[in-house]
């Protein structure tokens, strides 16, 4: 499978939020793909904290200093905010990411090597029931790339490291 810039993107956007989520504790069924268009998504319960609905532009912005401002567009529409009260929420959001900036990337590397050696969209196994004790959202065909617990562990085995909270990919190769 081609691994461009937007799946990179989507997958460090996707880090983000399932490492806002756990350290958290809002419910999370893990991380999926919607395999018709290759979508990638959090499935959480609903009502999650303004934190993690922003994580996933804070952690675009800790790895490429911007964020997909049309990929944001959703969240920012769910949280009810302005475009300018949700860049302000991303940057409050960033300072909260930051100590765990290793463990996103962990993510990202696990979220890659579950996708990279698929060919096809048919190459994703299909999900199927409740998941985490949480239905699957309707419309499409979903894929578990990694779950709660994995995401946990990788929380748990990867402490902070001291001073690594800068933004830009620098140490990182994404």
Sequence with gaps: MLIDDDVKHALIHEAGHATAYSVL??????????????????????????????AGSAAEVLFFEHYD???????????????????????????????????????YKQLLGEIIWRETLADFPILTGPVGGMNLPTGGTFTMLMTPDEIATVIANKQPAEGDGTRGASLYQI
């Design 25 to 54: 504790q809002h419910q999370s069924a893990g991380i999926a793909v919607l395999r018709e268009v290759l979508k990638f998504c959090n499935l959480v319960a609903p009502d999650g904290p303004v934190n993690g609905e922003a």
């Design 69 to 107: 401002l049309d990929a944001a567009t959703a969240h920012r529409v769910g949280l009810g905010m302005t475009e300018e009260e949700y860049r302000k929420q991303v940057d409050l959001t960033v300072v909260f990411l930051s100590p765990y900036k290793k463990q996103i990337y962990e993510i």
